[in-house]
């Protein structure tokens, strides 16, 4: 048997092919594999098997049932913009790719929610209703092009994650496609409470382990009636820290407040969305405040004063709307700048309490000494959410290896600070080994058993988010040889 | 336990040695062009290809990430290379969304560059190219002899006939589409200005420019030149046109014909030596005056300073008058226009608000949103006869965000005038194509006309 222009003797390839209608939905070349062998996150490569590209349920839960049936590794993708490797072939996978199911399928403004298939944008849905007065809560830096399926799987955060929740808690109702191939539906119509396991909670962020997500049922919110962003300068981390602790002791509830040190800056100012930040400041946050506008401005007059009480060299409202863009265009790209002063970079996702934010830091400042290599900071400061970036460049032999050891030893600081290893990025193959810095064996066998119950083969996305029992050390060593040869 | 982490050892080496490299020609892709992409993937929503086909190695990303890939080894200069980097548009939509300001227009054209040297074209592809791209274009009297057929081809008949007794359907359905728009042939104003070396400024002379007339453009476009020059001496300046001028090279670069591409530049930037300010109308010739210096980063390296000299001197016409002021026309010309940003204009050479503002400025101009207005259209240079397939399906979702109620769809490149009128004809719709220019002067025209 044949299908037309499919040019191998692969069976397993020709039947995938049928099941998606051709040709034209499957990519099983070598060369045309490449673009596939890493995500994001660049540090591991592995070429998958194929790459499929399924239209609807159906087809994704006959592609699982072919690949559980044959036993063939497979895992889901969207765009490919995940920060630890979720969506990395280390097995050889078929990857199903979800980009092609990118329908809004419903918007119900009366019940305010909306539906949609796992490979719509996430900055498409407010795009979609924000001229009703509507829009999506939970913005990844990635907004502009990562998949909201992609989102749930990692339980992506974002800027303005602080006052209103990553997305667990805009999640209302997903299709999921199980490892065997059953399409089952959990979670209700906005009900807040359903009887039974809470697997819609299970679900999202189980990075892929469980189940593929082929529709979701997203909350969706009124805008802010009104909507103020301060900038503030600061010539010491210490103080930039302090404010921000302080800004939340004091009450308020910012919608974002983020942070960037020097190293950032030098980066997000060489690169295509520069705004005239003094090159000589150690940091400066970013400040949002919305809501009614009754009250905004005091709100504001009461961060500039808290500001100013740590010393801020230089703090201020944005003068209109098209200023308050420029400062989150500047940061929303920060990560992808990091190429305009480094050929590669690392980026950690540690989360601590704020009150640790200035021993922390330091820290991690020390680290970057010891290794050799700068890290830059631009990071969720009001929740304690850092992402140290280390940059590096992976063509000179070591440097790689130093990276993920820098990576890696930023993440035990976070820990040793009574934080945790990820806030919003997801494990991954990147972290799955630090895992074993928040968790002891039998809180890592708890969860591997209920991935068991879902994916008893392991054959979707295996050896990703937890460590192997026991052989950590061993384990450790076999990524360290790897990264060397 | 089915968790195999010993398949980690496969991965890769992480580190590039540079002898592995599969570019074995001269003037191959940029190292550090590629080095500044971290693969974030900011990028992929911005660019066509990938929004039709959802395939990675049709993104920006992917397409960096495959020439990369070539340099370090670990592929080879094949079809299955070929086939991602001649469907970019190159329309430059990635390197306004890149955050750290990727060129990945440039390493497209040198990977192009090394592809034509290591699979050069066969058969009828290789000979329309060639008689195209080197048998016409560069050469400003044949141009002439395809622009007297042409206006022989309309004025006699012949056209009518041909389209009547469907003989025109010999052609490939994409050509048949354009014959059917193709504008209305006239004098080339290199012919017309021939015996004058400067068109002297209306009124005080306040600054002299020379002015790139463009190949195609002022065969095909004439009207446009004309109205260019109308402009410029309108508001104070001396118009020169040199005679050794030439095509800007735009088409063979793109085509990866890089040795055409120098010889065309080193010509122009002699030609335009004197000049203070090289003034183009057409988009995709100013985005490639611009960047003459890349074509002498390898090859010719004593070229390279000339070139950059060169490129610094050009401006595009509409950011040229908004910069050096103009006068507001008084006449009122009561449209609702509509403004498609080319993509050589709004991403390859950042000038998005000046022909807005310029619409603006004439009275009874009624300007009308574009959503996705700086959204290739497909023209993409010679790309709309070279893949029709893809260029027809950029073209429909554009035409999808053109206003229901607008007159006119304004915009400055000639490309994607004839693409645009195109698909104004293929769905059904009734605006006319413009460029900004053009309703400049008519507007000073009518001015004139009620005084």
Redo the contacts between chains.
């Keep these: 048997m044949t299908v037309k222009g499919i040019d191998t003797k692969d069976k397993h390839i020709i039947n995938l092919a049928k099941i998606v209608g051709g040709a034209r939905s499957i ?1 099983y ?4 594999l ?3 062998d ?3 996150f ?5 070429l998958p098997r194929t ?1 499929v ?1 399924p239209k609807n349920t159906q087809e994704v839960s006959q592609l699982v049932k072919y690949c559980s049936d044959h036993q063939l590794p497979f895992l889901a993708r969207g ?3 995940g920060l630890s490797g979720g969506a990395i072939p ?3 996978e078929v990857i199903i ?1 979800l ?2 199911m ?1 329908k809004l399928v419903s918007v119900d403004l009366e019940n305010r929610r909306a539906v949609v298939e796992p ?1 719509f ?1 996430n900055l498409k849905l407010t795009n979609s209703i924000s001229d009703k007065g509507y829009y999506y809560a939970p913005d990844p830096s ?1 907004q ?3 998949t909201i399926g992609g989102n749930v799987a990692e339980n992506a955060g974002g800027a303005h994650c602080l006052k209103y929740g990553v997305t667990t808690n805009h999640i209302l109702g997903l299709e999921v496609v199980l490892p065997n191939g059953d399409i089952i539906e959990v979670g209700g119509d906005g009900i807040p409470d359903m009887p039974g396991y809470d697997l819609l909670g299970l679900l999202t962020g189980s990075e892929g382990t469980l189940g593929i997500v082929t529709k979701i049922t997203v909350r969706i919110l009124k805008n802010p009636e009104s909507k103020k962003t301060v900038l503030a300068y600061f010539d010491s981390v210490e103080d930039g820290s302090q404010a921000v602790s302080d800004i939340i002791s004091a009450g308020i509830v910012p919608a974002a407040l983020e942070m960037m040190d020097k190293v950032a800056i030098e980066g997000v100012e060489a ?3 520069p705004v005239g930040h003094p090159k000589d400041i150690a940091a400066f946050l970013l400040i949002e405040v919305d809501g009614i506008s009754a009250g905004i401005d005091e709100q504001i007059n009461l961060i500039l004063e808290v500001c100013k009480k740590r010393n801020v060299r230089e703090v201020r409202a944005a003068k209109d709307e098209a200023e308050r863009e420029r400062w989150w265009a500047n940061r929303k ?8 002063i ?4 690392l980026v950690q996702d540690g989360v601590i309490p704020r009150s640790k934010l200035p021993e922390v830091l330091s820290r991690i400042e020390e680290i970057s000494q010891e290794s050799g290599l700068r890290i830059a900071n631009i990071f969720h400061a009001g929740d304690g959410n850092l992402h140290p970036l280390v940059l590096f460049d ?4 070591g440097e ?1 290896e130093k990276a993920i050891e820098a990576g890696s030893a930023c993440l035990q600081a976070c820990a040793d600070a009574g934080g945790t290893i990820t806030g919003e990025h997801g494990v991954g193959i990147e972290k799955k080994e630090e895992m074993r810095f928040v968790f002891k064996d039998e809180e890592i066998i708890a969860q591997t058993n209920i991935r068991e119950v879902f994916n008893p ?3 979707l996305n ?2 990703k988010l937890f460590p ?1 029992p026991g ?1 950590c050390a061993e ?1 450790k060593q ?2 360290k ?3 060397l ?1 | ?16 040695q540079r002898s592995l490299s599969n570019y074995l020609l001269r003037d191959h892709p940029d190292e550090n062009k590629w ?11 911005s660019c066509p290809t990938y929004e039709l086909t ?4 049709h ?1 920006p ?2 397409r960096v ?2 020439i990369q ?1 070539v340099a370090e080894g ?3 200069v ?1 079809k ?2 070929m086939d991602p980097v001649f469907a970019c548009l190159d329309c430059r939509a990635c390197t ?7 060129d990945v227009g440039g390493l497209i054209e040198e990977a192009r560059g090394q592809i034509r040297q290591a699979i050069p074209l066969t058969g009828w592809k290789r000979s329309v190219n060639k008689f195209f791209l080197q048998g016409v274009f560069p050469h400003q009297n044949r141009l002439n002899m395809f622009g007297n057929f042409l206006r022989f081809y309309q004025k006699s008949g012949m056209q009518k006939v041909v389209q009547k007794t469907k003989l025109i359907n010999v052609m490939p359905q994409h050509l048949v589409e354009m014959e059917a728009v193709m504008p209305e042939v006239q004098q080339p104003v290199r012919k017309k200005f021939n015996n004058e070396t400067v068109i002297k400024a209306k009124g005080e002379t306040k600054n002299e420019v020379a002015f790139l007339t463009g190949c195609v453009m002022d065969v095909m476009f004439s009207d446009i030149n004309e109205s260019t020059i109308n402009v410029l001496t309108r508001n104070g300046n001396d118009v020169s046109i040199p005679k050794n001028q030439t095509c800007c090279g735009a088409l063979h670069v793109h085509a990866g014909d890089r040795d055409t591409g120098r010889k065309l530049a080193k010509q122009n930037i002699e030609a335009f030596q004197d000049a203070e300010k090289v003034i183009v109308n057409a988009a995709g010739c100013g985005c490639m005056l611009q960047e003459y210096g890349e074509l002498f980063r390898e090859v010719e390296p004593e070229w390279r300073e000339k070139a950059e000299a060169f490129s610094a001197k050009v401006e595009d016409i509409s950011k040229y008058l908004h910069d050096t002021g103009y006068e507001k026309p008084k006449a009122e010309l009561n449209k609702r226009i509509t403004y498609h940003d080319a993509c050589h204009l709004a991403h390859g050479q950042g000038v998005r608000q000046e022909p807005r503002d310029i619409l603006l400025d004439i009275p009874g101009v009624e300007m009308v949103h574009m959503p996705n207005a700086d959204r290739c259209c497909g023209s993409a240079g010679i790309y709309n006869i070279t893949n029709p397939e893809m260029a027809g399906a950029v073209l429909e979702s554009k035409m999808e965000n053109v206003p229901d109620d607008v007159e006119m769809i304004s915009m400055g490149n000639p490309g994607c005038m004839l693409q645009m009128a195109v698909g104004v004809q293929k769905y059904g719709r009734n605006q006319k194509i413009v460029h900004t220019v053009q309703l400049l002067d008519w507007a000073y025209q009518k001015e004139e006309g009620e005084k």
Excluded: W
């Design positions: 990519l070349h070598k060369e045309d490449l673009a596939y890493c995500d994001a660049t540090v591991h490569k592995h790459v590209f765009a490919g913009t280390i097995n050889n790719s980009v092609r990118k490979g944008i990635s502009y092009c990562c690169a295509a969305f790209t920060g990560f992808g700048a990091m190429g305009a480094s050929p590669d970079y992976a063509r000179i032999p790689t083969d392991n054959l295996a050896g192997t052989r384990v076999e990524m040889e790897a990264v040869s | 336990m089915t968790v195999k982490e010993s398949e980690l050892k496969k991965v890769p080496p992480c580190t590039t080095a500044d992409c971290v693969h974030c993937g900011m990028c992929l929503e959802g395939q990675e190695q993104s990303r992917g990430y495959l890939s670990r592929m080879e094949n299955q290379f306004t969304a890149c955050p750290a300001d990727v």
